[in-house]
């Protein structure tokens, strides 16, 4: 069974950071790309950033500059570095990983930036 396990979620202050981290389980051995998405009550899920296994990397506009996506592919995991946080990034993030052509999700993780 592939499993994604996510950490790293909490509340901070305007302004604070955080950090993101997606463990992927043993089943998932040819990863491509790796990301985050997020969703806001009320709105759809949307991406937040992505890396390829050769470390190109894309980022929403909303978040360049402010975060950045990581990852260790001996250990399959992909962080998402969070710093300069804002209310309006307040979201539940979700952490994808694509392996050949098949996308799979984690379970989510809250985040929630106080002003």
């Known amino acids: 069974q592939v499993q994604l396990v996510e950490s790293g979620g909490g509340l901070v202050r305007a302004g604070g950071s955080l950090r993101l981290s997606c463990a992927a389980s043993?089943?998932?051995?040819?990863?491509?790309?790796m990301g985050w998405y997020r969703q806001a009550p009320g709105t759809p899920r949307e991406l937040v950033a992505s890396?390829?296994?050769?470390?190109?990397?894309n980022y929403a506009d909303s978040v360049k500059g402010r975060f950045t996506i990581s990852r260790d592919n001996a250990k399959k995991l992909v962080y998402l570095q969070m710093s300069g946080l804002q209310p309006e990034d307040t979201a539940v993030y979700y952490c994808?990983?694509?392996?050949?052509?098949?996308?799979?999700w984690g379970q989510g993780t809250q985040v929630t930036v106080s002003s």
């Open positions: 994808l990983v694509n392996q050949w052509g098949v996308d799979y």
């Open positions: 043993d089943r998932l051995f040819s990863i491509d790309l």
């Open positions: 890396i390829t296994s050769g470390g190109s990397t």
